[in-house]
């Protein structure tokens, strides 16, 4: 993984230090809160509705073992003993206090992590895809580039006071695990016809008020374009995106009204103006970078004790199924270990949950660890001898739960119990249903099922793309729950229908249940998921489900 | 025709840890919504506003909340000040163990 340079290290502990005089001004009076503002929110510091928060940069989702335990001796010191995993691969403590905030940052540099650009309207952290460097059907890994990205929109002069915020994802598989196409910007890696690597280039997705599928720009980018031309797309939109309205300043409104072959036109035209500069100097870094990503050394041992376990152990073998993604090297697996015990906060690990899994990478994972957007922690090289003991660690740690990809492991952002936005609450939402559906026994039997609910319509919970989303809205002084379905965050992405009036908190999970109830009667097979049966036979019947039979219900 | 003024507080944000507080009818901060002075005035309002405001070295983000009477002091009308008064609701943090 990546090592910080003389640079980095220089950079990140010069800006710690700044801010540590920024907060004793402001602590002295000699800063206004209005002077303060735009200074704490470059080093990732909000005020929420019960204290601070602190949001830190995962950057691409990669950790080691000694990042992770820094981030738990953070929990600990700082704050209630805990953090919350977001869908943007951070992390974010929601009890620190302002004093302390300078000596977490410096705990941060000491581990070579950061709060930079993780608010405000810069470039943000960027993403990647959480099996990247592991998945069976990857091109390349995405995470050079995204590393490169990271370096290239650091504190860029051109882009720290951008319309809006700015978020790229990089995914490198055929699959698109990384919502690449509800960035402003995404990246694909793919191959030309020749065999070539370059990047598939989308552009204007995004998700919020209004939700866009981002449009593909380029179908193939050669490798060395990368830059120059991701920095011409942020620049021309720079200037001709909408700073009269927050609503409107996002790039997927810019390239809606002017049209994406306008856009595309005065991309070309600022490209073709900025190319020559880059001399080829991010390409030798690139190179430089890529070696920090070398594929791991793979152990060859016998299997035996897994398959023999796996034979006799439905627990183990309950897991497996469930939580384990097919790795490129035979011999392994890709672990994702749920973050998601039924009943519990989605996201939420504590100080010694942190440790057991920075101790498994540590032992087991080549010292890899990933932050999903879904709100899991993945090792993503796992010898699969190895996964026994794996298992049995996590069982201690309470993080065996096997439930990745089914209707219990819901992304859900941290709604009105933290967010100064948010118009409802969304945990308790996700709590009441994980729990639901775990007390029916029914999660194994409806299978992949992806619910996603967001506190307002600033979608960080990702609503829109959810196969089942739900949005929390404020009624007249109410929490209110709008439903959407048959949403798809992949490749073939897709924003979810609306299906009608909303529900009360107390009424959501049952609404929630009738739909799922509706497709267990409906589909053709067991094989046939709900965003399959979805996709068949439209919102109508399970509309119908959803609604007569409440009135049904009312009328008893 | 303007609005008829509804009862309100003035609330707002410690400085130092973020804490969600109530101006009081002597001047103080208080962690308890109870304790904070009940305006049914607007032009009272008004000057409670700037006196706030003036704060700033206490507190962040000072606003007029609608608030409504209660036999021990004034009670939060809408669900996002009634959090305020008590913490998230996933765990028991906040006020709702530390006022106890």
Avoid at chain 1, 216 to 241: H, Q, T
Avoid at chain 1, 431 to 459: T, V, Y
Avoid at chain 1, 528 to 544: H, I, N, S, V
Wanted: with cysteine.
């Amino acid at each position: 993984m990546y090592k910080y340079n003389n640079f980095d290290e220089a950079f990140v502990r010069s800006r710690v230090a700044q801010f540590r005089d920024q907060v004793e001004r402001r602590i002295k009076g000699q800063l206004t809160e209005d002077e303060f503002r735009p200074l704490r929110l470059m080093n990732g510091l909000y005020l929420q509705l019960h204290a601070y928060m602190l949001r830190v940069a995962i950057p691409y989702g990669t950790l080691n073992s000694r990042q992770m335990r820094q981030l738990a001796m953070i929990a600990e010191k700082w704050d209630k003993g805990y953090g919350h995993f977001t869908t943007r691969q951070n992390i974010q403590f929601n009890w620190p206090k302002l004093q302390d905030v300078p000596d977490i940052l410096e705990a941060l540099a000491d581990v070579e992590m950061h709060a930079l650009q993780t608010s405000g309207n810069t470039i943000r952290n960027v993403t990647a895809d959480h099996f990247a460097g592991a998945a069976a059907d990857e091109v390349a890994d995405p995470r050079p580039v995204a590393e490169l990205l990271r370096q290239w929109s650091t504190d860029h002069p051109e882009f720290q006071f951008l319309p809006r915020k700015f978020k790229i994802a990089v995914s490198g598989g055929e699959q698109d695990r990384a919502v690449t196409k509800a960035h402003d910007i995404g990246i694909r890696i793919v191959r030309n016809a020749a065999g070539e690597i370059g990047y598939q280039i989308i552009v204007g997705g995004g998700l919020g008020r209004t939700p866009m599928i981002g449009k593909v720009i380029r179908d193939f980018l050669p490798k060395e374009d990368l830059l120059p031309y991701v920095e011409a797309v942020v620049s021309v939109w720079n200037l001709l995106g909408r700073r009269d309205n927050k609503y409107k300043a996002r790039i997927k409104i810019t390239v809606f009204e002017n049209g994406l072959d306008e856009f595309s036109q005065l991309t070309d035209e600022r490209f073709e103006q900025i190319r020559a500069g880059f001399t080829g100097v991010d390409q030798e870094i690139l190179a430089e970078i890529e070696q920090f990503f070398r594929e791991p050394v793979y152990e060859t041992k016998s299997k035996d004790v897994f398959d023999a376990r796996y034979a006799t152990d439905p627990a183990f073998r309950s897991w497996v199924d469930t939580n384990l993604s097919d790795h490129k090297s035979d011999d392994y697996a890709i672990v994702t270990i749920s973050v998601k015990k039924h009943g519990a906060t989605p996201g939420d690990a504590t100080a010694d949950q942190m440790r057991a899994m920075a101790n498994l990478a540590e032992a087991y994972g080549h010292d890899e660890l990933r932050i999903s957007h879904e709100q899991n922690v993945v090792l993503p090289h796992v010898h699969k001898a190895d996964l026994p003991a794996i298992y049995d660690a996590l069982k201690v740690a309470d993080l065996a739960t096997a439930n990745v990809g089914l209707i219990s492991d819901i992304i859900a952002c941290p709604g009105m119990d933290y967010c100064a936005l948010a118009t409802a609450r969304s945990i308790p939402i996700a709590q009441e249903i994980a729990q639901r559906f775990d007390d029916l026994k029914l999660e194994h039997d409806i299978g992949p099922l992806k619910i996603k609910i967001s506190g307002c319509i600033n979608a960080c919970g990702h609503h829109h793309v959810g196969h089942i989303g739900i949005l929390g809205l404020d009624r007249a002084g109410v929490e209110n729950y709008q439903i959407t379905l048959g949403g798809d965050g992949t490749q073939d992405a897709v924003i979810g229908d609306k299906t009608g009036p909303g529900f009360a908190a107390e009424d959501i999970t049952n609404a929630i249940e009738r739909i799922v109830m509706a497709y267990l009667a409906l589909r053709q097979t067991p094989a046939e998921t709900f965003l399959d049966a979805y996709k068949r036979l439209g919102l109508e019947p399970f509309k119908a489900a959803l609604y007569e039979e409440a009135a049904a219900h009312a009328a008893e | 025709m303007s609005r008829r003024f509804t009862p309100k507080v003035i609330t707002a944000n410690l400085l130092l840890d973020g804490d969600a507080v109530w101006l009081t009818a002597d001047d103080r901060w208080s962690k308890s919504m109870h304790d904070a002075e009940f305006i049914e005035d607007e032009a009272h309002a008004d000057i409670r506003l700037l006196f706030a405001n003036g704060q700033a070295n206490i507190i962040v983000g000072p606003y007029l909340a609608d608030a409504k009477a209660g036999p021990n002091g004034p009670e939060p009308t809408h669900f996002r000040e009634e959090f305020r008064t008590r913490g998230p609701s996933n765990y028991a943090h906040g006020k709702q163990v530390e006022l106890n």
